[in-house]
């Protein structure tokens, strides 16, 4: 079956550092990437995805590249905040040729935290 | 507003009592999902349905139910069958299109079993 693995946490950088979040994933067909924030107590919001090998998925300084050879989609960003402090979230999602999609299969997720 | 409502936020039952949560969207979407999330276990797909009058069990279903009379309304009754039922949910949306198969998540109901 389909399975994320994400590095966990928690990590702990100062404010400006540079943020890498290691992705992996195992599929059977070709998948969808996404990348989910959550912050306390929230739901989790999407924060970039790719649909196709060597798509580069970026939203607010984040950016992640669909590597369908090393079958990864590590999530960076060159110059953290403190309002970044939140639980990134991994996940993957099989099309079937029949059209649809089941639901979406996450990594446990990696809690940030951006010291000032 | 368009999105996704999740009520109540924390809800509080006794142990072998089954409880409904309740999702509803706005956002027109085919499908919707139920996930169970625990620290440190990331989400689970409890039930999913991509088309009204049908649903289908995804990893985790043992315990609960769900029933899909509009395409706006996806309730999760969670029965008093399930062993650990205390844990945040989260119910989402997508609206199916090839490219366009993100979910939406609503803001969660936390349940807690006392």
């Known amino acids: 079956g389909d399975s994320v693995t994400q590095m966990e946490g928690p990590v702990t950088l100062s404010e400006e550092a540079f943020l890498t979040i290691n992705c992996t994933y195992t599929?059977?067909?070709?998948?969808?990437l996404f990348w989910y924030v959550q912050y306390p107590g929230e739901g989790l919001q999407l924060l970039l995805k790719?649909?196709?090998?060597?798509d580069k998925g970026s939203n607010k300084g984040f950016e992640a590249t669909y590597r369908k050879e090393t079958t990864s989609f590590h999530l960076e960003k060159g110059s953290v905040q403190v309002s970044d402090s939140a639980v990134y979230f991994c996940?993957?999602?099989?099309?079937?040729?029949?059209?649809?999609?089941?639901?979406?299969?996450f990594g446990k997720g990696t809690h940030l935290i951006i010291q000032p | 507003d368009g999105g996704i409502t999740q009520s109540p936020k924390y809800l509080f039952r006794k142990e072998g009592q089954n409880v409904t949560l309740s999702c509803e969207q706005n956002?027109?979407?085919?499908?919707m999902y139920w996930y169970r999330q625990d620290p440190g276990q990331g989400l689970r797909l409890i039930y999913y349905?991509?088309?009204?009058?049908?649903?289908q069990k995804g990893d985790i279903a043992e315990g609960y139910s769900v029933s899909r009379e509009k395409k706006e309304s996806f309730p999760l009754t969670v029965t008093s069958a399930q062993k650990n039922p205390t844990a945040f949910y989260l119910c989402?949306?997508?609206?199916?299109?090839?490219?366009?198969?993100?979910?939406?998540f609503g803001p969660g109901t936390r349940l807690t079993v006392l």
């Open positions: 790719a649909t196709k090998a060597d």
């Open positions: 349905s991509q088309i009204v009058n049908d649903f």
């Open positions: 599929a059977t067909g070709y998948p969808s």
């Open positions: 989402a949306t997508a609206g199916l299109t090839r490219g366009g198969d993100e979910q939406f």
């Open positions: 956002l027109n979407h085919d499908a």
């Open positions: 996940a993957l999602s099989e099309w079937y040729s029949g059209g649809g999609a089941d639901g979406l299969t």
